[in-house]
């Protein structure tokens, strides 16, 4: 894999990490659980909680 290559991956996976975290304040704005949201978002308790 080139330097390029693994630059891009790492830019991927970046943004599916923010999309995560954006979908989980949608979630704590809503109301939900912390609990609920590390369930359905796959992050951990602790990483909702401090996004909150």
């Known amino acids: 894999?080139?330097?390029a290559d693994q630059l891009?991956?790492?830019?991927v996976e970046k943004g599916i990490e923010?999309?995560?975290e954006q979908v989980a304040r949608n979630m704590i704005a809503a109301?939900?659980?912390d609990e609920e949201i590390a369930?359905?978002?796959g992050l951990s308790?602790?990483?909702v909680q401090k996004l909150r």
Do not use: A, H, P, Y
């Open 45 to 47: 308790v602790f990483d």
């Open 31 to 33: 109301g939900k659980s």
């Open 39 to 41: 369930e359905l978002t």
């Open 1 to 3: 894999m080139s330097v």
């Open 8 to 11: 891009i991956e790492e830019g």
């Open 18 to 20: 923010r999309g995560i």
